[in-house]
């Protein structure tokens, strides 16, 4: 018995060195990396990293007093660029609401057992993975090249990326719903197309929702990075208003503080909304007493 307990002893300690020499090794690995990696962006760096940290600050510090010496003129400049920031959030709008549709049509085709063929689901994941893959600035891009500037491209864009990233979660989901509703509707004759309206999505439906909201608070961020890209809305207004330089920092000032605002506004509607759906009116509740 004392053998045998030694034995396993000896076992275990040795496992436990065997996990600190690889945990050793692979932090090793990983300061190689960060080490090389700086290293190399430091050489590509125009000026060089260290030669320029010191003036961080003098961009911030520019906007922020230019902002302060026109404080004035912030209200009109937040009318003059709220249809902007309307454009960036139809454009975000557009793109959740075609792109969660079209991801809904696409995960139920990649769900195993859902599929209304078993070789279709393997495909339709790989075409989830391309398109969640891709970055929406490089789509954009692409997509400004062949149609042009403006919001389409953006739109396009945003949408394709949506279907990749709420086609892989909204199958994930489906893998949880219970399959009792679809076999009872497929015993009175239903189609594939009755048995997932009727019998998958009323049962995932919250779920989607809340899925499809935060996507949309991702999306809003996206359209007005793309608007750099020559891609429309606030972004475009922004660029343009850093790019001038001095003398339109306080416009640049009321362009980040509008979109803050609405990125604000956006994230809390839509977490009250998917608390809602996900967790219902006892969690408001219990949330408003705490």
């Known amino acids: 018995m004392a053998d045998t307990t030694q034995d396993i002893r000896g076992q ?30 430091d050489a590509r760096n125009a000026g060089g990293f260290w030669d320029g940290w010191r003036n961080i600050l003098d961009f911030p510090a520019d906007v922020i007093g230019e902002a302060l010496s026109r404080a004035h003129l912030l209200p009109g400049y937040f009318l003059k660029y709220l249809p902007s920031l309307v454009e960036t959030i139809n454009i975000a709008a557009a793109a ?5 549709l079209l991801a809904l049509f696409a995960a139920l085709l990649a769900t195993r057992g859902l599929a209304p063929r078993t070789w279709i689901v393997a495909p339709v994941r ?43 979660l909204f199958s994930e989901v489906n893998e ?20 997932m309206m009727l019998g998958v999505v009323p049962q995932v ?29 606030i972004g475009y207004d922004l660029r343009n208003t850093m790019s001038w330089g001095q003398g ?12 803050f605002g609405a990125i604000v506004i956006v994230d809390q509607l839509s977490s009250y909304a998917r608390n809602r759906l996900t967790h219902g009116k006892a969690y408001k509740d219990k949330g408003a007493i705490l």
């Not at 949880?176 to 048995?195: C, D, F, H, I, T």
């Open 248 to 259: 339109k920092f306080d416009e640049a000032a009321a362009i980040f503080l509008l979109l």
């Open 126 to 168: 790989r075409v989830l993975d391309i398109l969640r893959a891709v970055p929406e600035i490089v789509i954009a891009l692409i997509l400004i090249f062949l149609l042009g500037g403006g919001p389409v491209p953006a739109m396009i864009a945003i949408c394709l990326h949506t279907i990749g990233a709420l086609g892989k």
């Open 176 to 195: 949880n719903a219970s399959l009792k509703p679809v076999e009872g509707l497929a015993s009175v004759g239903a189609s594939w197309m009755q048995r």
């Open 96 to 100: 959740t609401l075609l792109g969660a």
């Open 205 to 233: 439906a919250p779920n989607y929702l809340s899925y499809a909201l935060l996507r949309f608070e991702i999306n809003i961020r996206a359209s007005a990075i793309l608007g750099f890209v020559g891609a429309g809305g």
């Open 12 to 41: 275990y300690l040795a496992a436990m060195r065997q996990k600190r020499v690889m945990n050793m090794v692979l932090l090793i690995l990983f300061v190689a990396l960060m080490v090389a990696g700086f290293a190399t962006a």
